[in-house]
């Protein structure tokens, strides 16, 4: 399966948010990312339900929602209601992470789990069948532009290890310092959805960029 480019909006120009959308959806990207931070469960606050909704009034492709907030349940229905497609939730955020990924299920969304770097992917074996995705933090959350963490490889691969024999159709995403430098080894790895956001907007054909990133093959590549 070819993998998927997932340009991250918090780092678009949001005084032309239209004209961003407008390119992501010419361009050869699969998805939207969109980060919501509350402040609390992560050092920042991006924005809402009003963003979100003059995002998906213009995109014409799936929203991949980006949960970094705590009590993620009392919000998921309304964002479905906002037009998310996708909905990831973080695993230390939530209690009963069964009950939330259930709860993404029934407002009619994909269900993904996203972890901090610190967290181990083995944690999430008991519920992984029940999973469409697994978000990768490769960064901290909570802000654009840092380095990647490169035991973000070594996670990937046990992940993929653990969903061959699982759920063979999970989709792995990688969030945070994603770029032409390190796209090939995540795919050798076993990622699948990549998200950029610095690498694409900062680019001088945000465009141009989304193309490479869509071309790379990882497959030659030893990680």
Request: glycine content about 6%; some cysteine; aromatic content about 6%.
């Amino acid at each position: 399966m070819a993998h998927l480019i997932a340009p991250s909006v918090l780092s678009a120009d949001f005084a032309n948010l239209q004209r961003d959308v407008e390119m992501i959806n010419a361009s050869q990207a699969d998805w939207f990312h969109v980060d919501v931070m509350d402040g609390v469960f992560v050092p920042n606050i991006s924005f809402g339900f009003p963003v979100m909704e003059a995002i998906k009034k213009y995109a014409n492709k799936p929203l991949d929602v980006h949960l970094m907030i705590v009590n993620p349940d009392q919000y998921i229905e309304r964002f479905a209601a906002a037009g998310a497609d996708v909905i990831t939730v973080h695993y230390e955020a939530c209690t009963h992470l069964h009950r939330t990924v259930q709860a993404i299920h029934a407002a009619g969304c994909k269900a993904s789990v996203a972890l901090n770097p610190h967290t181990p992917v083995g944690l999430l074996k008991d519920i992984l069948s029940d999973l469409d995705m697994v978000l990768i933090m490769s960064v901290n959350p909570g802000f654009g532009g840092q380095q990647f963490i490169p035991n973000t490889l070594h996670k990937i691969r046990k992940l993929r290890e653990m969903s061959a024999l699982i759920k063979s159709d999970l989709f792995i995403e990688v969030d945070g310092g994603v770029g032409l430098h390190n796209t090939a080894a995540l795919l050798q790895a076993g990622a699948n959805v990549l998200v950029a956001g610095n690498a694409i907007f900062a680019a001088p054909s945000p465009t141009d960029m989304i193309t490479e990133l869509k071309q790379v093959d990882g497959s030659a590549v030893q990680v």
